[in-house]
């Protein structure tokens, strides 16, 4: 059995982009996580210790974002979730990655890219 834990709305500050300007002046991004893990072990114990601690993994998240700028937003995608996956017990990790002010010369809400990655058998 997996449980599902969500932490929505991780604002980040970067210079992503393919654009001078975006490297130069930054902006905001806005991370959604979703892992998969049992977290019976923690329900049982009570203890911190036997769960993902979410204002940790957080703040490494935070700082995969807003370091080393890329180009890409699929890049900055797949380091959340390499982030994500380094607890042994995080089975799958859903991270969607957005980027409301985009350089788009249109009217538009946000641009988000969502990937989902799980760990593998060597992994384990």
Do not use: N
Not at 50 to 59: F, I, M, S, W
Not at 60 to 78: F, I, M, N, Y
Not at 100 to 105: G, M, Q, V
């Amino acid at each position: 059995m997996t449980d599902e834990l969500a932490i929505h709305g991780i604002e980040c500050f970067a210079h992503h982009g393919v654009f001078d300007f975006e490297r130069r002046e930054g902006q905001v991004f806005v991370v959604d996580l979703v892992l998969g893990l049992d977290t019976a072990p923690a329900a049982r114990s009570g203890e911190l210790k036997d769960t993902v601690h979410y204002g940790t993994l957080v703040e490494a998240v935070k700082s995969a974002v807003e370091r080393d700028p890329v180009d890409l937003v699929e890049t900055v995608a797949q380091r959340i979730a390499d982030v994500c996956l380094e607890d042994r017990r995080v089975e799958w990790a859903r991270i969607t990655l957005h980027k409301p002010d985009a350089p788009i010369e249109a009217t538009f809400r946000d641009v988000a890219l969502t990937i989902t990655r799980t760990r593998g058998p060597a992994d384990d």
